[in-house]
């Protein structure tokens, strides 16, 4: 069997968070062509169950849509329970839900700091832990964190200290999680992407008059596309990445350089 016959996911179950649009719906488009079931796991059922319904149709797999707040533990135990009850068992975890706040430090309000915090970090850790569970139950999986280059980086100008200190908290959680589960053969990886085309950074009011400005400064000078970080995650997904653990792959056209 050729390399790339051996990347494919026929048969894995896949869930992702924050999968009914931007980065996460357009990784899950990746599994399902490369073969795997997917949950698309979002607070936003309508577009959930559209892009389930998308994937399904395009590429003859099974995909359903789950409403989950990755920030309720209860959420969380109920979103494992349909996706065991529909899928049989848990191959791969895509923790990828996220959002971004722009609030100078000395104006933000506790429920600000708390509610990035709950949503990009916890989320991940609740999200990675329930999926980890079944997996170490299962005797393997692949577990795959959306962080940020801004867990490395200090973005200009935007003022964001709470979202770049949550991405900074999924790059270590990421390798806390890989050592405590290596030798059980569950992976987890993350992704720090810079600069991405979504309605996150598209359609935000508070970012998009900045696009111009990140595009000067980016040696590529453009964002990058969605699709752009389909591949990684498709080989992070695979057997063939079976010694890759505890990575932190940066796909930021070079941003984090300058
Ligand atoms: P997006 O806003 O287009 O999509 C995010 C999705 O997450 C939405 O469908 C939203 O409904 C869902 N979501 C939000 N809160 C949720 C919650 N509590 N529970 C369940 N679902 C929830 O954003 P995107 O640009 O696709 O970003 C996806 C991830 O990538 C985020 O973690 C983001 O921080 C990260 N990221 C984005 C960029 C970028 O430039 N777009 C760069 C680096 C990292």
């Known amino acids: 069997m050729g390399i790339i016959e051996k990347m494919r996911l026929d048969g894995k179950k896949i869930f992702v968070t924050g999968g009914a649009r931007g980065i996460g719906k357009s990784v899950a488009t990746a599994f399902a062509e490369a073969g795997a079931d997917i949950a698309i796991v979002d607070l936003d059922m309508e577009e959930a169950t559209k892009t389930a319904q998308e994937l399904e149709k395009n590429n003859g797999i099974k995909s359903i849509a789950i409403k989950a707040d990755v920030t309720n533990p209860a959420d969380v135990d109920a979103m494992i329970e349909t996706i065991l009850k529909a899928f049989g068992r848990l191959d791969v975890a895509f923790c990828n839900a996220g959002i971004c706040m722009n609030v100078p430090a000395e104006e933000m309000t506790y429920e600000q700091w708390k509610k990035v915090i709950d949503i990009n970090l916890t989320g991940v850790f609740l999200t990675a832990q329930a999926a980890g569970k079944v997996m170490l139950k299962q005797g393997g ?11 490395h980086i200090v973005n200009v100008p935007q003022p964001q200290s709470s979202y770049n200190a949550s991405k900074a908290g999924v790059i270590q959680l990421t390798k806390s999680l890989a050592v405590e589960w290596a030798t059980r053969n569950v992976r987890v990886n993350c992704i720090s992407p810079g ?62 350089c300058i």
């Open 141 to 151: 999986g692949s577990i795959i964190n959306t962080a940020s280059m801004s867990g």
């Open 195 to 256: 600069y991405i085309g979504t309605e996150l950074t598209l359609n935000s009011p508070n970012l998009q008059p900045l696009i111009e400005q990140w595009n000067e400064m980016a040696p590529l000078h453009r964002m990058g596309r969605p699709e752009e970080l389909q591949s990684i995650c498709v080989y992070l997904a695979g057997d063939t990445s079976s010694f890759t653990t505890g990575a932190d792959f940066v796909i930021d056209g070079a941003f984090t």
